[in-house]
């Protein structure tokens, strides 16, 4: 069983930053693939961006150059560092983990974009 937890997630303006953490309950370094993926509201959820244990990483077309994702070994988390942020960026943003087979989802942190 793996938990993942978010943070990060706020209000911030068009063209500011925000980094997003997610916290692993084991050694990350275990975890095959972690990804970020978002939900606007009347949206489908959708992957924004993918690491796997080998620091192998791909985006969405929409985030790619804005964003980066990176894992801390030390740390057990996952990042999502979101820079020139849009209103469209506006979404719950949500962890997911592959461990042993099965995969694992965060509970999911707010991202507001607005002036």
């Known amino acids: 069983q793996v938990q993942v937890v978010e943070s990060g997630g706020g209000l911030v303006q068009p063209g500011g930053s925000l980094r997003l953490s997610c916290v692993t309950s084991?050694?990350?370094?275990?975890?095959?693939?972690m990804g970020w993926y978002r939900q606007a509201p009347g949206k489908q959820r959708e992957v924004v961006a993918v690491?796997?244990?080998?620091?192998?990483?791909t985006y969405a077309d929409s985030v790619r150059g804005r964003f980066t994702v990176s894992r801390d070994n030390t740390k057990n988390t996952m990042y999502l560092k979101m820079n020139s942020l849009k209103p469209e960026d506006t979404a719950v943003y949500y962890c997911?983990?592959?461990?042993?087979?099965?995969?694992?989802w965060g509970q999911g942190t707010q991202v507001t974009v607005s002036s």
């Open positions: 997911h983990a592959l461990w042993s087979l099965k995969y694992y």
């Open positions: 690491i796997t244990s080998r620091d192998h990483t």
């Open positions: 084991v050694n990350i370094s275990s975890i095959n693939i």
